[in-house]
């Protein structure tokens, strides 16, 4: 059974830092991964889509990297300001299967 | 198209009431999703339904739950005779066809208590 974990549950840093999050999964057999931002009692908001086929995706401050060998992705975030601050999660959708596979999130702060 | 919608926002309710949350998905968006959040968790899949089939339900949606996705456009999730663990954050997501390998597009959510 495929199981996701982010470490750290959160995690706080002064702005203007470079930061990594991470994503672990257990069962290398993935479809893709998706990164999304929740910020407090909102909705999901997609950051970054990467195929099983891809090692990682860039979309302005933020790049993904997919190990899929290893079963893990890290999310790195650039110059790191305020707004930034929201719980991260990262989800695997399987081979086999369309439902996406979740981790708890990691909850960041920056600090101005 | 302005992206998934969910209405309402937010519902209060006390014990027992029924409810209803609708959801608009993307237009071209053949596939939609159910699922629930509480405080501090990654989501959990409820159902899920490609055009109007609805093709599975999580065990975690007893008999009080039910989803239509009536033409296969918007979907409703009715809740019966509430309780207070339905407290939650229900999120709608919507995605074109697995086979093309995009992904998931949510809405802002419905937050229900039940008081």
């Known amino acids: 059974k495929q199981e996701v974990t982010q470490i750290p549950a959160a995690l706080s840093v002064p702005e203007g830092e470079n930061l990594v999050l991470n994503c672990s999964f257990t069962d290398s057999a993935i479809y893709n991964l998706q990164w999304f931002r929740q910020d407090p009692g909102k909705g999901l908001t997609s950051l970054l889509l990467i195929q099983s086929s891809q090692r990682e995706q860039t979309s302005g401050r933020l790049n993904a990297s997919l190990d899929k060998s290893s079963g893990r992705s890290t999310l790195y975030i650039a110059a790191s300001q305020p707004g930034d601050s929201a719980t991260y999660l990262c989800?695997?959708?399987?081979?086999?299967?369309?439902?996406?596979?979740w981790g708890a999130g990691t909850k960041l702060i920056i600090k101005p | 198209d302005t992206g998934v919608s969910q209405d309402p926002r937010h519902k209060i309710t006390k014990r027992g009431q029924n409810v209803t949350f609708r959801c608009d998905p993307i237009s071209e968006h053949n596939r939609l999703y159910w699922y629930r959040q509480t405080l501090g968790q990654g989501p959990e899949f409820l159902t899920y339904f490609q055009n109007e089939a609805q093709l599975e339900k999580s065990r975690l949606l007893s008999d009080r739950f039910s989803a239509e996705r009536p033409k296969g456009s918007f979907s409703t999730l009715e809740i019966q005779r509430t309780e207070q663990g339905d407290s939650a954050m229900y999120l709608c997501a919507s995605s074109l066809d697995s086979s093309t390998n995009y992904g998931y597009t949510f809405g802002s959510g419905t937050r229900l208590t039940v008081v």
């Open positions: 989800a695997v959708k399987e081979d086999s299967n369309y439902q996406l596979i």
